[in-house]
């Protein structure tokens, strides 16, 4: 019986970690998601901008700007 409440713990803690990281990883996509959703004129451009300068606060907070100020495609 403690093999299996072990294991459920184990699995419960996995979960947890999994959706941690789906979450984690919409918040530090929004920008991205943001431009796609709304047919920004640059996604490309605002996608690498946020791979690679998304992880310092500043580099998202542009990015997010830029996604919802920047030229949509209609």
Avoid: D, Q
């Amino acid at each position: 019986m403690e093999i299996f409440i072990a294991l459920f713990a184990t699995l419960v803690t996995l979960f947890i970690l999994l959706l941690k990281l789906v979450i984690g990883g919409l918040a530090y996509f929004l920008p991205t998601v943001i431009a796609v959703k709304w047919r920004h004129a640059s996604k490309k451009a605002l996608f690498w901008t946020n791979l690679l300068l998304g992880w310092t606060f500043f580099g998202w907070i542009a990015t997010t700007a830029w996604a919802c100020l920047g030229e949509k495609r209609y």
